[in-house]
């Protein structure tokens, strides 16, 4: 490894991977928070922050991939094996893939009950033209939850994985998502 080659993630990259892990589970403790709401009433307004919550996310992992291309991240651990590379990296594309296919399959399923999406009163995102039927929405939004836990568990292992690098391995591999602590190549 030369002196100079990049060993951490781009400051914006690592402020976009935390801001995302922490909007993740806030939307998780919503939809668990609009279940166990004492009204109806209550649950949709509970939802509403949720879906407007899931636009924000969308967009967010959008920036968070276009600046991916302009700052592409270090090169993996040298230390690594092949399969632990190809695991982290089938993990972050399944990562990646949930983020953005969540909110997009929310707004469908919303959209077949004829629903439009306000994002806090500031924007409203019109339903989209799909058949209006709520036991598709019902099928869809069931598919929703079940990539929520999904991406719940995957979040779990990367994050057991990550301190494993580094408190057992001492690889360093948490620095590379900090601003501080050293990273290794
Ligand atoms: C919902 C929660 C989380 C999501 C969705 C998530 C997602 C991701 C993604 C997509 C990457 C790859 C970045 C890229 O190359 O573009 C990444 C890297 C990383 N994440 Fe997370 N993450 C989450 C939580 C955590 C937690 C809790 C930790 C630590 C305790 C963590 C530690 C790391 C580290 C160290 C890397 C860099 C790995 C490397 O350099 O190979 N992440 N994360």
Redesign the pocket.
């Known amino acids: 490894m030369s002196l100079n080659a990049k060993t951490k993630?781009s400051g914006l990259?690592m402020l976009l991977?935390?801001l995302?892990?922490v909007l993740?589970?806030v939307q998780w403790r919503l939809s668990e928070a609009a279940e166990e709401a004492p009204t109806r009433e209550a649950g949709g307004q509970i939802m509403a922050n949720h879906f407007a919550l899931g636009v924000v996310i969308f967009i967010i992992v959008a920036v968070?991939l276009a600046w991916?291309q302009a700052s592409p991240?270090?090169a993996?651990?040298s230390g690594h094996a092949p399969w632990e590379r190809t695991l982290?990296r089938l993990?972050?594309f399944a990562?990646?893939a949930l983020?953005l296919v969540m909110p997009v399959a929310g707004w469908i399923a919303l959209s077949a009950f004829g629903e439009p999406i306000s994002i806090w009163g500031l924007v409203s995102l019109p339903a989209l033209p799909v058949p209006q039927n709520p036991d598709l929405g019902e099928t869809i939004f069931e598919l929703h939850g079940a990539s929520g836990i999904a991406?719940?568990v995957?979040?779990a292992l990367?994050?057991l994985a990550?301190?494993k690098h580094?408190v057992l391995d001492k690889d360093g591999?948490?620095?590379?998502?900090?601003p501080f602590g050293t990273a290794r190549g």
């Open positions: 993630y990259a991977h935390w995302i892990a993740v589970i968070r991916r991240p270090p993996p651990v982290a993990v972050h990562f990646y983020l991406l719940l995957l979040a990367h994050a990550a301190v580094t591999t948490l620095w590379r998502m900090l």
